[in-house]
């Protein structure tokens, strides 16, 4: 049975870890160290060895917690790896200084880890071991509200055009989704985006992507600069059928 | 209405995210009104929520080896920092931990050539080490070597990664035939360190592999 988590909500009840993750822990805490690595470094979460993060996070607060220094110093290795992935694909390098905004997240994931076992409080963790991304979101929306300022910057999907010279998204579709990932947003945004997200969900596997790397992340389509990143480069196609796949799903999305 | 919340922000925050798998119109609508003060935090961090929801996790190959990114290398440096810093309060600031012990410098003679054999590498590789002439991130990238220095110099982790991690250090007690004063020169790559050290074939090849 995993120790239970210590931060509780304001009506005093205690975070509660889902039960799949209670299972996972359950048979981690039996397992060899080097079984419990072995696993840690699976990326595939369809892969029956799979460890979720929620559950390697806990093992490491537990290594910290009965000061197995062994067990720590390499557990921790495949956990700040996974982080680290995790920051680039919602730190994307079309943000400024994203390197710096994913080091800075890293290093106060690290201080709330280091914090385990000492008389500071590391109870932000729980989340973490509830709702992995979802901790690593809020460590991220912490850092960048501090500077009141998202610091991401888009490319005007808008202004895009085919081969042809014409517009792919001439209803806005989409540029109105970017523009409501990128801006401070209010409430009508959210509901909107909310809708939208739920749209995308339904689009085919490559309309999904584009979509994804070019209004929510921001990245450009294509470029004639072999060196930049684009969503081109990241799926390994050409710009334009970056650009069909933009152009199709505008329609779909305008006319759901 | 909550005007002056006395849930700390954080709280709220942490609140709002464990209350529903995705946020939803609904569950924005009900904090806000529970907390006012916070209804623009709330409000963008519901939509940073959404999209990292609409962001899947990478799937790629299990990773194979333990080499690791030079960003999770300094992830691991800051964490053993922080964990020094916990450990050894009151202490002085962070930034003095690197400077805090060489753990070569007070080796004598016979000590620093056992090392060095202990490492399965002679003493000009360990100079290098000592001097910190190698890029840090090279080094502390390799975390079974890290490991294997730390057991043979019977130092803590940290401090070894501390010490690749500082400025290269001219050793003193060191004699120099020059008429110019000794500076210090460009840094190696660990790999290039190795290769460049007069290291047998096999001694190499065991030095990159840990």
């Known amino acids: 049975m995993p120790r239970a988590l210590n931060k ?63 067990a720590v110093d390499r557990l921790v290795i495949p956990l700040l790896s996974r982080c680290e992935r995790r920051l680039k ?52 929306y912490r850092r960048i509200r501090k500077e009141n300022n998202r610091g991401k910057l888009f490319r005007d999907i808008g202004r895009e055009v085919d081969e042809d010279g014409h517009p792919i998204d001439p209803n806005d579709t989409l540029g109105r989704l970017s523009r409501a990932a990128q801006t401070a947003a209010n409430q009508e945004d959210f509901i909107h985006l909310a809708e939208m997200l739920e749209a995308v969900k339904k689009l085919p596997p490559a309309q999904r992507k584009a979509v994804e790397l070019c209004c929510l992340q921001g990245y450009a389509p294509g470029s004639e600069d072999p060196n930049e990143v684009t969503a081109a480069t990241i799926c390994g196609v050409s710009g334009t059928a970056i650009r069909k796949n933009l152009r199709k799903a505008a329609e779909k999305l305008k006319a759901r | ?13 942490y609140a709002f995210a464990m209350a529903r798998p995705i946020p939803d119109p ?21 939509v940073d929520l959404l999209l990292d929801s609409a962001i899947e996790d990478e799937v790629g190959e299990a990773d ?8 999770v290398s300094r992830a691991i440096s800051h964490f053993q920092n922080a964990l020094y810093e916990l450990e050894k309060k009151p202490v002085p600031a962070l930034q003095a931990v690197p400077q805090t012990k060489n753990p070569f410098a007070d080796m ?27 890029e840090p991130d090279t080094v502390t990238s390799r975390i079974g070597f890290c490991e294997k220095v730390a057991r043979e110099a019977g130092e803590p982790m940290y401090l070894v990664i501390a010490h690749f991690q500082a400025p290269p250090v001219l050793a003193r ?17 660990f790999e290039e360190a190795v290769r460049n050290s007069g290291l047998s074939p096999e001694q190499q090849c065991y030095l990159l592999k840990l």
């Not at chain 1, 000492?118 to 901790?135: H, M, P, R, V, Y």
Request: glycine share 6%; with cysteine; charged share 30%.
């Open chain 2, 1 to 13: 209405m909550t005007a002056n919340p006395t849930m700390p922000l954080d709280d709220v925050l």
């Open chain 2, 108 to 134: 004598d003679r016979t000590r620093f050539r056992s090392v060095a054999r202990g490492l399965n590498a002679n003493n000009t590789f360990l100079i290098k080490l000592r001097d910190r002439t190698i």
């Open chain 1, 8 to 70: 509780m909500t304001k009506g005093g009840v205690g975070y509660k870890r889902p039960p799949e993750i209670e299972a996972s822990i359950d048979m981690a805490l039996g397992q060899e160290l080097e079984e419990q690595l072995r696993r840690a470094k699976i990326r595939d979460p369809a892969d029956p060895g799979y460890m979720p993060s929620e559950c390697l996070v806990h093992l490491v607060r537990e290594a910290r917690l009965s000061g197995d220094k062994r």
């Open chain 2, 26 to 46: 609904g569950t924005l609508e009900e904090f806000t009104r529970k907390y006012p003060a916070y209804a623009d935090e709330l409000t963008d961090f519901a």
């Open chain 2, 64 to 71: 194979d080896d333990d080499s690791v990114s030079p960003a």
């Open chain 2, 173 to 189: 007690g060191q004699h120099f035939k020059s008429d110019a004063k000794p500076t210090l020169s460009a840094r190696e790559t």
């Open chain 1, 89 to 140: 694909r919602t730190i994307p390098d079309t943000w400024s200084d994203a390197q710096g905004l994913r080091d800075e997240v890293l290093q106060t994931f690290c201080e709330l880890l280091a914090r385990v076992g000492s008389n500071q409080d590391a109870t932000a963790l729980d989340l973490f071991e509830c709702k992995f991304n979802k901790g690593l979101a809020t460590l991220r």
